[in-house]
């Protein structure tokens, strides 16, 4: 086998680049020799005559190793192992001092000047390389723990930018849901929910909600109980939608739009709508209870039809809505506004997709602004 054969793990490396070794002494012939000795086993041998080409020659040459002899006319060997190890891309490199010098003191000298070994000259052959092979094998496990330290920091690093992307999107989303039914906003973060946003025509049912008696509240009320009211009544009445996948168009004070089966996709778009309309109603009579203990006198009355609308994304850069527009949005406002507290009305129409589901009376031909003609409603009642 090779001397210059490295671990496993590092054989690859060695068979295509041989291990390269620096030997820096001012007397040709030690280098001559350790060069033939080296060369011989394999190894690339790199060469300089004193202490200050020898540190040039481990930034240009980037040895494995160095042999480096001790006594040298310009920087002797202790400088440079110093020099070599204040250099934090040369403070793990191996370094072997040379010396004919006393070997105890030298010894000591060098250890304490960074060297990993010693040799005594002359030069034991069987030694050398025996010194030598060993402490390439630590450079290449050194080598192998130093690349995984970088591979593991670089996993870390993109795992953090993933976990900041990701909390990132969940603050978006967050804030989407604020505007957008929650399958709407997950949709649009993950690139599917663009082309909903789009101007669009659909069947969808409209629902209108509003508080009885807010206007007369507002005119004695003081503003903090205004908005501790609204807060809670949009609290209840928002989960109620949510729980319906309904989506809501827009908040107007005390009135809320609600419509279903765009942008997400309903099988039963007005029955999701009878069902949310009776537990708002349900849900309401317990907050008017309380409000009416603080002499608050609220009722809430609900109006909902189902027709073709157009739909998408309306407003100019920085702040979008969207908005469903057309007859069958204005029906729903009318019958709304004609529900007494604690109604819910819709149209013939409407009722008839739902009778079999709901519980429902004639409410009467109304007569609505903005219609020409009168509007057979019906007083939704309970569920079957």
Known sequence: MNDATQPAGAASAAASAPQRILVVD????????????????????????????????????????????????????????????????TERLPVVMVTALDPGKERANGLEAGADDFLAKPINQPELLARVRSLLRIKAYQDTVARQAEELKALNDSLEARVNEQVAQLDRLGRLKGFFSPQLAESILTGGGEDLLRTHRKDVTVVFLDLRGFTAFTDSAEPEEVMGVLGTYHRAMGEIIL??????????????????NDPIPLADPTGAAARMAIAMQERFRPLAATWAKEGYD???????????????????????????????????????????????????????????????????????????????????????
């Not at 000795?37 to 160095?66: M, R």
Request: with cysteine.
């Open 26 to 89: 001012d007397t040709p012939l030690n280098v001559k020799m350790l060069a033939d000795i080296l060369t011989f086993k394999g190894y690339q041998v790199v060469t300089a005559g004193g202490g200050k080409e020898g540190l040039a020659k481990v930034q240009s040459e980037k040895p494995d190793l160095v042999l480096l002899d001790v006594m040298m006319p310009d920087m002797n060997g202790y400088d440079v192992c110093r020099a070599l190890r204040a250099d934090p891309a």
């Open 243 to 260: 729980a319906h996948q309904g989506t809501v168009e827009r908040f107007a004070g005390d009135g809320l739009m609600v419509f279903f």
């Open 298 to 384: 609220l009722e809430l009355g609900i109006g909902f039809t189902h027709g073709y609308a157009t739909l998408g994304a309306v407003g100019f850069e920085g702040r979008w809505d969207y908005a469903c527009i057309g007859s069958v949005t204005n029906l729903a406002a009318r019958l709304c506004g004609e529900a007494k507290g604690g109604e819910i009305l819709t149209n013939q129409k409407t009722y008839a997709r739902i009778e079999s589901a709901v519980v429902g009376e004639p409410a009467g031909d109304l007569t609505l602004k903005g219609l020409a003609r009168p509007v057979a409603a019906v007083r939704i009642t309970a569920l079957r």
